[in-house]
């Protein structure tokens, strides 16, 4: 019913920037949440950032990974139903596949569902 598609991940130097963007399709009402996790080879998906809806306007408040706070800012844009993931002074260790997350008011459904986007993977070369 609802489908995410991510993409602008690649490979960048150490220090670098990167943006990456998630939008969502199909039978949506609303979004509530939206985030960012990510999962580097044999460890487990991580929380990165999140973003919630506050109903005005593009915002609503944020939460980050203690090791991306200052480099990375999350953002999102309600009339195309996409999240954003600036990442800036990248380093080696942000090396993953980063996968979109969104939490779904869908169309005629009296409660939410939790969606994931595909993954794209980021690589940040020292």
């Known amino acids: 019913q609802v489908q995410l598609v991510e993409s602008g991940g690649g490979w960048v130097q150490a220090g670098g920037s990167l943006r990456l963007s998630c939008a969502a399709s199909g039978s949506i009402f609303t979004i509530n949440a939206m985030g960012w996790y990510r999962q580097a080879p044999g460890k487990q998906r991580e929380l990165v950032a999140t973003?919630?809806?506050?109903?005005?306007?593009?915002?609503?408040?944020?939460n980050y990974a203690d090791s991306v706070k200052g480099r990375f800012t999350i953002s999102r844009d309600n009339g195309k139903n996409t999240v954003y993931l600036q990442m800036n002074s990248v380093k080696p260790e942000d090396t993953a596949v980063y996968y979109c997350n969104a939490v779904v008011r869908v169309l005629l459904r009296p409660y939410d569902n939790n969606y994931w986007g595909q993954g794209t993977q980021v690589t940040v070369s020292s």
């Open positions: 973003i919630t809806n506050s109903g005005r306007s593009n915002s609503g408040t944020t």
